[in-house]
């Protein structure tokens, strides 16, 4: 019996058609990537975050993987969320390992987590500190516990804080230098914000997220074909990303947004089929972080509605994205 494609394949097989005529350089999403994904993450490796790539990019691709592998995906994870010592970021990558392979997990456990990472909100001034606890907690949520942000409204201006003129983020109060990648994990971090909050967060914050937004796309780069990126420049001595793993980091942060906030976003058309022209124009990736940025950026882009061959079809210049109706044209 011949396999049946995903539906984000199938989209993404349309999405390929669509914009052909317009780059050489765009090839679908296939089989392939489904052979390239079990071959990149064909370990099952140690690292907590690696592990919740793989088993993410396994999950949206219909990857059928071991249930050994699962079995011991989850033990990783739940030794993790028991150990006292294990700081935020380890947290969050075990939370979402359990929350894809339904994993299971003491309630007292969860607890336990779930004051620790209010404890980090609390005390830190790191975006990543913030973007990984809120992350946590958000995950809790998500999985069906009952998790609430009791300060979410000073949260949400500590976050905000860190932001620049340009929509760009520093990673702390000490960084002398802004960064796209950061604003990305930032814009996923309020989104966050906004849903444990059990009030509504202050409205006119949002709209001063919103205009960072648009200034953020404002420095957005592209190539002479229309296929449009985000890329970071060397950041307070941290690791280069790339655009790649930059890219991801911006759609990641603003469907997050869109998501959970009424109003519209609008960012011009061009830029969104950019940005899904140079995430299938990577073809095959060659690591196993770049198929998972290529492949859960193209699906959140689908999960927001923003349908490339709809856009396409229209000339309307500026897609709108709002939580109930994400795909409005002026």
């Known amino acids: 019996m011949a396999w049946r494609l995903p539906p984000l394949a199938v989209l993404l097989l ?27 993450f064909a370990a099952s490796p140690d690292d907590l975050e690696t592990t919740y790539e793989a088993v993410r990019t ?17 033990k990783l994870a739940a030794d993790r969320l028991s150990s006292s ?29 779930a004051s620790r990472l209010k404890a980090v909100i609390k005390d830190t001034n790191s975006l990543l500190e913030f973007y990984y606890s809120v992350g946590g907690l958000l995950s809790f949520k ?16 500590a976050i905000k804080a860190l932001s620049q003129s340009d929509g760009r983020w520093r990673y702390d109060t000490n ?12 814009l996923e971090a309020l989104a966050g914000v906004v849903s444990l909050s059990d009030a509504e967060v202050d409205p006119s914050m ?11 796309f404002g420095t957005i780069k592209s190539y002479d074909d229309g296929t449009f990126y985000f890329d970071e420049k060397y950041v307070d001595g941290s690791e280069y990303k790339g655009p790649i793993t930059t890219s ?10 869109a998501n959970v906030v009424s109003g519209k976003l609008n960012i011009p058309g061009e830029k969104i089929l950019g940005l899904a022209k140079f995430f299938l124009g990577i073809g095959l990736p060659g690591s196993g972080r770049d198929c998972f940025n290529q492949i859960e950026s193209l699906s959140l882009l689908e999960n927001n509605r923003i349908f490339v061959p709809l856009i396409l079809s229209l000339p309307s210049k ?6 109930k109706d994400q795909l409005k044209l002026k």
């Open 248 to 257: 991801a980091s911006v759609v990641r942060g603003v469907t997050s947004f």
């Open 175 to 186: 960084s002398a230098e802004s960064s796209t990648f950061a604003a990305g994990i930032a």
């Open 85 to 113: 010592s294990s700081p935020a970021k380890d947290l969050f990558h075990a939370v979402q390992i359990a929350g894809v392979l339904a994993c299971s997990v003491d309630a007292g456990v969860y607890d336990d987590v």
């Open 142 to 157: 998500e999985q069906g516990h009952s998790v609430v942000l009791s300060d979410a409204d000073s949260t949400f201006h």
């Open 318 to 323: 500026v897609l709108s994205l709002t939580s």
């Open 58 to 74: 396994f999950k949206i691709l219909g990857v059928q993987r071991d249930k050994g592998l699962d079995g011991k995906a989850c």
């Open 206 to 216: 949002i709209g001063v997220v919103k205009n960072d937004i648009v200034k953020l």
């Open 14 to 40: 349309l999405v390929a058609a669509a914009v052909a005529p317009l780059s050489s350089a765009v090839r679908p999403v296939s089989e392939a990537h489904r052979s390239v994904a079990a071959e990149l």
